[in-house]
T-cell receptor, first 112, second 119 residues
Framework: QQQVKQSPQSLIVQKGGIPIINCAYE??????FPWYQQFPGKGPALLIA?????SEKKEGRFTISFNKSAKQFSLHIMDSQPGDSATYFC???????????FGSGTKLNVKP | NAGVMQNPRHLVRRRGQEARLRCSPM?????VYWYRQLPEEGLKFMVY????????ESGMPKERFSAEFPKEGPSILRIQQVVRGDSAAYFC?????????????????FGPGTRLLVL
């Protein structure tokens, strides 16, 4: 059973566009939602994370929007660049966590 | 400050052989996590270890897989009698401490992974 559902599977945008990646969850015990960025041949790297007591968090060009009632959260990349081309994973964990539940990933291609 | 190190980066095994994957956590980190990533899929949690203790192995297959994190040396993920379905990327992550549920989360830093191919 997929604890965290992610869409779309792949995404192509032009440089400067704003790709949006969406995730949904069912388990209301989740209370920490990170996003990871993974380049080919590399391990995932933490990009930004949010807790459900806030509806939005920005770090540089990356923004997480969180809708607690809908149990959905999304990643927006402002002014996207070709260097942002990577696979993005959302994840969720519970209090006193010891593991993350990952979405299936979104492969982003930003065209010059 | 070296990050999480994993070796080998690539491992080829024939069916029935054993695979040993090693993970050296970041300096000062005593919490290690192993995840498996199948092609075109997200990471799936396997096991969480602290020094000399397995804390949570709920994601580990019941047979053929084992993990350890000894007092000295790297964490080892061991797969006995490998089958083709074991072919995947195996990632190790480490953190300084586990989440408290109160003060936020300790970031998990991931290694570059070991890509296992079973022929």
């Amino acid at each position: 059973q997929q604890q965290v559902k992610q869409s779309p599977q792949s995404l192509i945008v032009q440089k400067g566009g704003i790709p949006i990646i969406n995730c949904a969850y069912e388990n209301t015990a989740f209370d920490y939602f990170p996003w990871y960025q993974q380049f080919p041949g590399k391990g995932p790297a933490l990009l930004i994370a949010i807790r459900p007591d806030v509806s939005e968090k920005k770090e540089g060009r990356f923004t997480i929007s969180f809708n607690k009632s809908a149990k959905q959260f999304s990643l927006h990349i402002m002014d996207s660049q070709p260097g942002d081309s990577a696979t993005y994973f959302c994840a969720a964990s519970m209090p006193n966590f010891n593991k993350f539940y990952f979405g299936s990933g979104t492969k982003l291609n930003v065209k010059p | 400050n070296a990050g999480v190190m994993q070796n080998p980066r690539h491992l080829v095994r024939r069916r029935g052989q054993e695979a040993r994957l090693r993970c050296s956590p970041m300096k000062g980190h005593s919490h290690v996590y192993w995840y498996r990533q199948l092609p075109e899929e997200g990471l799936k949690f396997m096991v969480y270890l602290q020094k000399e203790n397995i804390i949570d192995e709920s994601g580990m297959p019941k047979e053929r897989f084992s993990a350890e994190f000894p007092k000295e040396g790297p964490s080892i993920l061991r797969i006995q009698q490998v089958v083709r379905g074991d072919s995947a990327a195996y990632f190790c992550a480490s953190s300084l401490r586990a989440g408290s549920g109160l003060a936020g989360r300790e970031t998990q830093y991931f290694g570059p992974g070991t890509r296992l191919l079973v022929l």
